[in-house]
């Protein structure tokens, strides 16, 4: 299960409708409890490096990746994955997705509908990235 509290909800979100009809693309960091239950605290907005049409493409411009990674180590946090949105469709984990996942982390996917916040959800790919699981998520 992965939390997300309120802060760093609030950035993704707003990350997500500011980049709409664009999709937008972040790290998360925060901790893993004892049982698995992954807590995000810090959410960091990136820039979508992507050269291509952004509307349904993504790729964190690896600066902003290694900053995250910074912050993380120096806040006392882990990367515990990545947020991008789905501007005017569903928040489900595409094949391009899958492909370009790292295995183990939480990858949170935002609907924004004509600008506006509708549905997330999160997933976890395999090791061999042919499955992503959906992960219980709460926000």
């Known amino acids: 299960m992965i939390r997300i509290e309120p802060d760093a909800w609030t950035v993704m ?9 664009k999709e937008c693309c972040g790290v998360m ?3 893993e409890d004892a049982d698995g239950t992954r807590a995000v605290s810090v959410a960091i ?7 291509g049409d952004q509307k349904d493409r993504f790729l964190i411009d690896p600066k902003d990746q290694l900053g995250a ?3 993380a180590r120096e806040m006392g946090l882990t990367v515990l994955g990545f947020f991008h949105s789905h501007p005017n469709e569903a928040s489900y984990f595409s094949a391009t997705d899958l492909k370009n ?4 982390y939480s990858n949170v996917v935002l609907s924004i509908r004509d600008g506006k916040f509708s549905e997330a959800k999160s997933f976890i790919a395999n090791d061999t990235q042919t499955v992503a699981d959906p992960e219980p998520l709460s926000f």
């Open 69 to 71: 990674d910074r912050k």
């Open 29 to 31: 960091l925060g901790s």
């Open 101 to 104: 996942s790292w295995p183990w």
């Open 13 to 21: 979100v707003d990350h997500a409708r500011t980049a709409f009809p």
């Open 45 to 51: 907005p990136c820039r979508n490096a992507y050269e």
